[in-house]
């Protein structure tokens, strides 16, 4: 347990942080070519404005829950293993989503400060133990530049659809798409045409999750955008179907004072949230709510049960990205990442936990 000054600390640092900011179908929707064309250089000290190869250090967190280190059931969830990712090169940090090849091996991240971050888990048994082939990249815009450029930043989510990636920028509330095919990181982004209500998301509340759907399953060929905290006149979650065939606008239920992070949709259909919280008087909060993607359409309000939630009793962060992958044994696996905001008393958490229900 870290000492409890720290964990106060953590408190205030979060605070500021919210208050300012069989697996066939779904490999379709990630079957994204993850691996680098080729050999990147060696790192810039300062920042990232090409690819660049870099260090990743990880330290195991052989348990979850601080107060009993031998529990390892958590809801719906079992826990797998977990690292405390660091790094020497000073661009590392701020990671908001991720997502696995269907091995859950490969892996692309974004940092909220406009940087592709691609490598992968490496895995002794069903445990994760470290990161390999880890490069950082800047996400680039129309023009070839990087994002931060235009002052594009807070990219916070990813959904895959073969090799297009599309990335949503919470800052300025639009989505860019990304063809990997075509130079893999250094693949400029063309923005993609979003609803005119996705602009008047509130600032720094706006776009946070991204999900594309595949075939075979409802809403097939729809890119889901959930918002963090834009709220609709009943005080719900708004988030938008976009293209397919039944664009529109939907509603998810809020409640508990939980913002949405991210999201992940399952082989079964089923859509799990990310959400997370913060009060003086609750302290942090995660949980996952799993959600019927059936139910989803143009002006539906959906809602469905916890299947998991943890506080600072458990070891959790910012935890801002989740996303899931059938092993060979037919366990499905759930990963999530967390956002240090890059600061030196929060954490780059990768957990790993086993669906059970």
Known sequence: MRPPV????FLQDVAAALSAAA??????????????PKRAAKPSPYSVSEPVSIEVKARPLPSFDIRDRSRTRFGALEYRSGLILTSPFPGFGGLSSLRLDPKGERFIAVSDKGSWFTGR?????????GLDDVEAAPLLGPDGRPITSRNWYDSESIALDGSVVYVGLERVNQVLRYDFAKGFTRARGEVVPMPPAVRKLPLNKGLEALVFVPKGLPLAGTLLALSERGLDPSGNLI????GGKTPGQFSIRRTDSFDISDAVLLPSGDLLILERKFSWIGGVGIRIRRLALSEIGPGAVVDG???????LGNEIDNMEGIDAHVTAEGETVLTM???DNFSLIQRNLLLQFTLLE
Not at 305 to 311: G, K, L, T, V, W
């Open 305 to 311: 049960p916890a299947i998991f939630n943890a506080d």
């Open 121 to 129: 888990i490496v895995y002794r048994g069903r445990e994760m133990v």
């Open 23 to 36: 697996l066939p179908s779904l490999a379709q929707a990630q079957s994204a070519p993850l691996t680098p």
């Open 239 to 242: 988030a938008f179907l976009v």
């Open 6 to 9: 720290n964990r106060r600390r």
């Open 337 to 339: 990442v967390s956002d």
